[in-house]
């Protein structure tokens, strides 16, 4: 049947393919026009055909079977997961997360405080919760773990559960700390490392080392440095513990992943597949012989670094498309950060909608019933092989300069990050990189929240420890906190700027250009006065300086401007500042005049923001 359906359309080759788009193109060049350049260090074209697959060797394997690309297990199952931290005292999170669980969560974690909870307090946290069906995970605790796991257990033997059918994680991850910090938590991690795998010999479902990946995400990371770091953080873990006489194998059974899933939405699936073949491929290195335990497991934790205080709703957003990446991608277990976690702990309602988030997922959407979709795509079987290239060559460099730590000592590691984050964050200065509602397209009259502090906006992580470092920890930061700074001075200054949209002449360019200028000054929080067209300059001053506005903008086309501007800049006499939108061909000549205000898409928008607000005094 398909035979004959496809014959009514005969086979194109790539050359004639290539021929169209070149006489499209008209001489312009295909590798700028076409080719995007990843922050990944590697080129993805404009389109891929059967003959991209050549070469590829994880093609072959079917779910389940090594090398893992397309998945650990034959479904499609994974664990919906939510957090709650015990600030909230340990029966409020008790009767949450069984709430949480009645409505769908399958696993909890419960973010403990440094010094822990006693066996009585495990006792009421884990009361109604059956922990054979339902996992629970314990974060924050790292230095304290063995402690932690000695009340667990018997609070777990109290309530009566069979230790082989416990599903549980410990986070006991010191390099976590010692990247965020500059220094680990507790100068005798290795003998708790020990002593957390002795307490958990008879409990085979209890994992106990967290290689935390996300972390590197949370800095403004790449995929492939988020991926290849993850793995080099774990190698490191695997030669800590076999050098203390823990076999691959068993060192391997306690370790769990948890990386970040950003919004970048087929690179993201590509990622966790990637995962799977390198993980599986070092874990057979180290000598690991059982291919049970050749299989990663791993968490997808929704991006922290490209959520937003501003227009918050558009996080529900973020966290739909990256919960999507990482269903498809075949996860362990995922996690949703409700909207509002940036700037205060989660609400009820927001709880639910990140835990519904997934759910719908699963029930309306059948995500969970399909494995592996992505399998034979061109394009992301091609996407998959470039990041296990990638990943695989820097988590290759980092074990010849000496493997995780000595990479961190020597600043290898936290220099790499660094260059991508800055280019990051040029690229959504100048809005390359679109984060809605930030740096483009701003709710120009919402305010923020009453929980949002000047703390909340400028603080880096990783900058502030008193503590004497071992190594330069990585800035953990949001990428919007430049842009949010920003707004966040002008909605708390005494002043509100007020920016006049001075439109006239040619209809179409005068509202596209009031519109770039009303979403460019918009980011800042001024506020905005558009106008559809005045039918003259002197009319449309009049209006300005009537709306008493501390800028104006000039919005019109170029071949307009020459001689309207400068009348303009004369009747506005200096009572605002007078801005051209645009960048026409007779700027020279409106500067010499003293006209030298100028924003166009080519602008640095964080820069020029903050250039504004120094001239208003904010």
């Not at 074209?45 to 297990?73: C, M, Q, W």
């Not at 068993?250 to 769990?256: H, L, T």
């Not at 399909?370 to 074990?399: C, H, M, R």
């Not at 086309?557 to 020459?562: K, L, R, T």
Request: with cysteine.
């Amino acid at each position: 049947m398909a035979d004959k359906l496809f014959t009514q359309f005969p086979p194109i080759s790539t050359q004639a393919w290539e021929e169209e788009i070149m006489k499209d193109l008209k001489g312009a060049d295909y590798q700028r026009r076409l080719v995007w350049k990843t922050m990944e260090g590697f080129s993805v074209k404009p389109y891929y055909r059967n003959e991209d697959l050549a070469g590829i060797e994880h093609l072959d394997s079917s779910p389940g079977e090594f090398p893992f690309v397309r998945g650990t297990k034959p479904l499609n199952n994974w664990k919906v997961l939510q957090s709650y931290p015990l600030e909230k005292g340990v029966k409020e999170c008790n009767l949450e997360a069984i709430e949480a669980l009645a409505r769908g969560v399958d696993s909890v974690a419960f973010t403990l405080p440094p010094s822990g909870i006693d066996t009585q307090q495990f006792v009421t946290l884990l009361q109604g919760i059956d922990l054979t069906q339902n996992e629970t995970l314990y974060r924050g605790c790292s230095c304290s773990t063995p402690k932690l796991i000695e009340s667990f257990i018997e609070a777990v033997e109290k309530l009566g559960f069979n230790p082989k059918e416990i599903i549980a994680s410990f986070d006991l991850d010191p390099l976590q700390w010692l990247t965020t910090t500059g220094n680990y938590n507790c100068s005798d991690f290795e003998n708790r490392l020990e002593r957390a795998f002795e307490l958990t010999k008879e409990y085979p479902g209890i994992k106990v080392v967290g290689v935390e990946g996300y972390i590197f995400n949370d800095a403004g990371a790449s995929i492939v440095q988020e991926l290849a770091f993850s793995l080099s953080m774990a190698s490191e873990y695997l030669f800590i513990l076999t050098k203390m006489g823990i076999g691959a194998n068993e060192a391997v059974a306690k370790m769990r992943f948890n990386l970040s899933v950003g919004s970048n939405y087929f690179m993201e699936i590509a990622k966790f597949r990637a995962a799977r073949v390198l993980w599986a491929n070092i874990a057979k290195e180290w000598g690991v012989d059982d291919s049970e335990l050749l299989k990663i497991c791993v968490d997808a934790k929704t991006s922290r670094w490209n959520m937003t205080i501003w227009d918050p709703f558009v996080n529900m957003l973020r966290g739909t498309t990256e919960a999507m990446s990482a269903a498809l991608a075949g996860v362990n277990s995922l996690e949703v950060l409700p909207y509002d976690t940036p700037f205060r702990e989660p609400s009820e309602f927001s709880n639910r909608i990140a835990r519904n988030t997934q759910i719908i997922l699963k029930e309306e959407a059948h995500f969970d019933k399909v494995t592996d979709p992505a399998a034979g795509s061109y394009y992301i079987e091609n996407l998959t092989s470039s990041i296990i290239e990638e990943g695989w060559k820097l988590f290759t460099q980092i074990e010849e300069i000496g493997g995780y730590r000595e990479a961190l000592k020597r600043g290898v590691i936290q220099k790499s990050i660094k260059e991508i984050s800055s280019k990051r964050d040029a690229n959504i200065a100048t809005r390359r990189e679109i984060l809605l509602g930030t740096n483009q397209y701003p709710n120009f009259t919402e305010k923020a929240e009453d929980e949002v502090s000047l703390d909340m906006v400028t603080r880096k992580e990783g900058d502030n420890s008193s503590q004497e470092r071992i190594v330069e920890p990585i800035e953990q930061y949001r990428g919007a906190q430049a842009f949010e700074a920003v707004r966040f001075a002008t909605e708390t200054s005494e002043k509100k700027p007020t920016v006049f949209m001075l439109t006239f002449g040619n209809l179409a360019m005068c509202r596209a250009r009031a519109q770039f200028s009303s979403n460019f000054f918009g980011v800042a929080g001024f506020k905005i006065i558009d106008n559809n067209r005045f039918a003259t300059v002197e009319e449309g001053v009049e209006a300005a300086l009537a709306s008493k506005a501390e800028i104006v903008v000039a919005c019109s086309s170029d071949d307009e401007y020459g001689e309207a501007v400068p009348k303009i800049n004369k009747l506005l006499n200096g009572a605002a500042i007078l801005v051209v939108a645009g960048d026409p061909a007779s700027r020279p000549e409106l500067e010499a005049e003293g006209i030298t205000n100028f924003i166009g898409v080519k602008s640095n928008l964080l820069e020029t923001l903050k250039e504004y607000q120094n001239k208003l005094g904010i």
